[in-house]
């Protein structure tokens, strides 16, 4: 059984904005889904690391592609 992988998008938007929203749908999700974040603003690569080790939802990976930050988490 493959984990169900929900997507967000906050390009465009500020710190802390892109982690606020991800908090938001990581608390409508149930255990085991995994969440993809897109986002633009490069304080994000510093607030998943952190979040993620802090939270318990594991940062399974993360990546910046011409300048479009990736997150993928999963809610435990």
Known sequence: MTASIRTLDT???AC???L???KQALN???SGEQLLVT???QGSWRDFK???EHSGHPLLQ???V???YHYLLEKK
Do not use: F, N, W
Request: charged letters at 20%.
């Open 66 to 68: 011409d300048g479009i």
């Open 39 to 41: 986002a633009t603003d």
């Open 62 to 64: 993360r990546q910046e």
């Open 20 to 22: 606020l929203k991800a």
């Open 50 to 52: 952190v979040y993620a």
């Open 28 to 30: 409508s999700m149930a």
């Open 16 to 18: 802390p904005m892109p």
């Open 11 to 13: 390009c465009g938007l």
